[in-house]
Nanobody, 116 residues
Framework: QVQLVESGGGLVLAGGSLRLSCAVS????????MGWYRQAPGNQRELVAK???????AYADSVRGRFTISRGVARNTVYLQMNSLKLEDTAVYYC??????????WGQGTQVTVSS
């Protein structure tokens, strides 16, 4: 069973920073990509950032230049460094893994709340 566990969320002031972590465990096929998604109350889930097996990255326009996705040296962790946080960044952030056979896995999410 593949498990993804997010951590690092919390309450932060606008303009501040947080680093989210996602730890992956279990027996899986090779990882094709990992990403961070978020969902705010009343909104659709949206892709925030994605990193592929070759370390190519992609970002939502709303976070580009402020957020950075990266993988740990063990390649079974993924991080999201969030800087210059805005009120609209408030959401539950979910870690996603896609294996080489295009099977997806999700974590339970971690709450990020940005206040003024």
């Amino acid at each position: 069973q593949v498990q993804l566990v997010e951590s690092g969320g919390g309450l932060v002031l606008a303009g501040g920073s947080l680093r989210l972590s996602c730890a992956v465990s279990g027996s899986i096929f090779s990882i094709n990509a990992m990403g961070w998604y978020r969902q705010a109350p009343g909104n659709q889930r949206e892709l925030v950032a994605k990193i592929t097996y070759d370390d190519s990255t992609a970002y939502a326009d709303s976070v580009r230049g402020r957020f950075t996705i990266s993988r740990g040296v063990a390649r079974n962790t993924v991080y999201l460094q969030m800087n210059s946080l805005k009120l609209e960044d408030t959401a539950v952030y979910y870690c996603n893994l896609e294996d080489i056979r295009r099977r997806g896995y999700w974590g339970q999410g971690t709450q990020v709340t940005v206040s003024s």
